[in-house]
């Protein structure tokens, strides 16, 4: 089975966009925006992993960037 790329599970789940836009304190726009680009600004990119891990109970090793 192919990991789920974090581009792919930010497009389709607007609750953990929602939630990692209010942790990271930015507009939920800009996350649907990183999804579609496929690119995470770097200074964003150690919280957002960690909120995913945390919200979705996944290693990452569970998916790729």
Known sequence: ??????FDILQDNYQLRKIISDKLNT????IERWAQR????KWYQDQLFSIIETELKLSREHFEC
């Open 1 to 6: 089975m192919k990991k789920p790329q974090i």
């Open 38 to 41: 496929k690119s995470i600004p």
């Open 27 to 30: 507009r939920i726009v800009n």
